[in-house]
T-cell receptor, first 115, second 114 residues
Framework: SAVISQKPSRDICQRGTSLTIQCQVD?????MFWYRQQPGQSLTLIAT?????????ESGFVIDKFPISRPNLTFSTLTVSNMSPEDSSIYLC????????????FGPGTRLTVL | AQSVTQLGSHVSVSEGALVLLRCNYS??????LFWYVQYPNQGLQLLLK??????LVKGINGFEAEFKKSETSFHLTKPSAHMSDAAEYFC????????????FGAGTILRVKS
């Protein structure tokens, strides 16, 4: 299985600012995903990070609010823009899932608190 | 559309007792099903997955799950709970026709009493 790291592990930010979260994988992967886990809730897929093209966003998530980069097959970033307290969540990246029967492997998550 | 329902947001068992975490899915085609565990302040770890090879799936840490098509269920069990099993457990479904995306249930927090 892939080893996935995320930076930062946690942060406290002021409303109106932006935070960029990094996801690094120890091997080349085709599929990378970004999820949000709001306090006490399950995981919701934000977008699929595509290498060399724009990310594919799920309903309710837009590029202006959550811009994503995927410059190569081992790295991706998620930016949470113009933050509000409602953005306080854990943000997780995952890899794998190249086929529906293949599991995804998750990073440790970034715990974001917006004041 | 695919969806997952986990009955019971919180389950409490005594150490050594049977663990049963319930998961029902809704899918128009044969699904692929997963159980993940999340320990406090950590990411998700795969416990086991169902990919149609066998209806009874064995995973890590003594957990297993049985796929029952007639009941659209994929319940997670462990014969004897250990204190270290205390965590949140998520059931998830994936389908080819939905772009291989994982859809998660709401999660069940397992508490193990000594």
């Amino acid at each position: 299985s892939a080893v996935i790291s995320q930076k930062p592990s946690r942060d406290i930010c002021q409303r109106g600012t932006s935070l960029t979260i990094q996801c690094q994988v120890d091997s080349q992967v085709t599929m990378m995903f970004w999820y949000r886990q709001q306090p006490g809730q399950s995981l919701t897929l934000i977008a699929t990070a595509n290498q060399g093209s724009e990310a594919t966003y799920e309903s309710g998530f837009v590029i202006d609010k959550f811009p994503i980069s995927r410059p190569n097959l081992t790295f991706s970033t998620l930016t949470v823009s113009n933050m509000s307290p409602e953005d306080s969540s854990i943000y997780l990246c995952s890899v794998g899932g190249d086929r529906a029967w293949n599991e995804q492997f998750f990073g440790p998550g970034t715990r974001l608190t917006v004041l | 559309a695919q969806s997952v329902t986990q009955l019971g947001s919180h389950v409490s068992v005594s150490e050594g007792a049977l663990v049963l975490l319930r998961c029902n899915y809704s899918s128009s085609v044969p699904p692929y099903l997963f159980w993940y565990v999340q320990y406090p302040n950590q990411g998700l770890q795969l416990l086991l997955k169902y990919t149609s090879a066998a209806t009874l799936v064995k995973g890590i840490n003594g957990f297993e799950a049985e796929f029952k098509k007639s009941e659209t269920s994929f319940h997670l069990t462990k014969p004897s709970a250990h204190m270290s099993d205390a965590a949140e457990y998520f059931c998830a479904v994936s389908e080819v026709e939905y772009g291989n995306k994982l859809v998660f249930g709401a999660g069940t927090i397992l508490r193990v009493k000594s």
